[in-house]
């Protein structure tokens, strides 16, 4: 049984940092990359980050970048999403979900069409004025 599991959040003042875990489970012999998405009250989910098996293919949407930086380490099957001087706006439940794939260029153009297979429960962040 595949899972995800996001763990970091909470709350946190404008300008602090989190870094939020996606712990990985269940996929075998298969190649995978992840995306961070996040949602908040009374808004759609909105794509935040994603990267590539390898590492490769990272992207960011606008309002992140320069803030949040995305890492894995495949031998602890965990992805990660360091964010830096967080803003009110940032408030969200923040989701990993999982895009499986057997060619790492073909898993990066599925990120890159919002492609996911498997999805987290979610974490809570909350950036406080």
């Known amino acids: 049984q595949v899972q995800l599991l996001e763990s970091g959040g909470g709350l946190v003042q404008a300008g602090g940092s989190l870094r939020l875990s996606c712990v990985v489970s269940?996929?075998?012999?298969?190649?995978?990359?992840v995306g961070w998405f996040r949602r908040a009250p009374g808004r759609e989910r909105e794509f935040v980050s994603g990267i590539g098996w390898s590492g490769g293919g990272t992207r960011y949407v606008d309002s992140v970048k320069g803030r949040f930086a995305i890492s894995r380490d495949n031998a602890k099957n965990t992805v990660y999403l360091q964010m830096d001087s967080l803003k009110p706006e940032d408030t969200a439940v923040y989701y990993c979900?999982?895009?499986?794939?057997?060619?790492?260029?073909?898993?990066?153009?599925?990120?890159?069409?919002?492609?996911?297979?498997?999805w987290g429960q979610g974490t809570q962040v909350t950036v406080s004025a």
């Open positions: 979900a999982a895009s499986l794939g057997i060619i790492e260029s073909v898993i990066e153009r599925r990120i890159g069409r919002g492609e996911f297979d498997y």
């Open positions: 269940g996929i075998y012999n298969t190649k995978y990359g």
